[in-house]
Nanobody
Framework: QVQLVESGGGLVQAGGSLRLSCAAS????????MGWFRQAPGKEREFVAT????????YYADSVKGRFTISRDNPKNTVYLQMNSLKPEDTAVYSC????????????????????WGQGTQVTVSS
């Protein structure tokens, strides 16, 4: 069982920055790929970024590439999403997810692939 708790969301002006955190329970967190997704009102859930178990491989949606950075601190059981140059269209509920696939090199971009989800944190970017 893996529990995920996001934090760090809030209200920020366009051009600003936020750092989201996802704290995970479970001794084997460090072996799992992790992902961030977002969902805006009236829209489908959207892939944002993913990171492999070691942190050496990352992948981003085109809409956030160059502005967002995903990272992880395995001893702290935490995944981060650093968001810079925020735009109003980044407004959404952001959720982290864990894929139970230890030491996998696979890049997971579909939400359906993930096994555990956090409750989400709201990010609102004002223009």
């Amino acid at each position: 069982q893996v529990q995920l708790v996001e934090s760090g969301g809030g209200l920020v002006q366009a051009g600003g920055s936020l750092r989201l955190s996802c704290a995970a329970s479970g001794r084997t967190f460090s072996t799992y790929p992790m992902g961030w997704f977002r969902q805006a009102p009236g829209k489908e859930r959207e892939f944002v970024a993913t990171i492999n178990w070691s942190g050496r491989t990352t992948y981003y949606a085109d809409s956030v590439k160059g502005r967002f950075t995903i990272s992880r601190d395995n001893p702290k059981n935490t995944v981060y999403l650093q968001m810079n140059s925020l735009k109003p269209e980044d407004t959404a509920v952001y959720s982290c997810a864990a894929k139970i696939d230890p030491y996998s090199g696979t890049i997971y971009m579909r939400g359906e692939s993930y096994d555990y989800w956090g409750q989400g944190t709201q990010v609102t970017v004002s223009s």
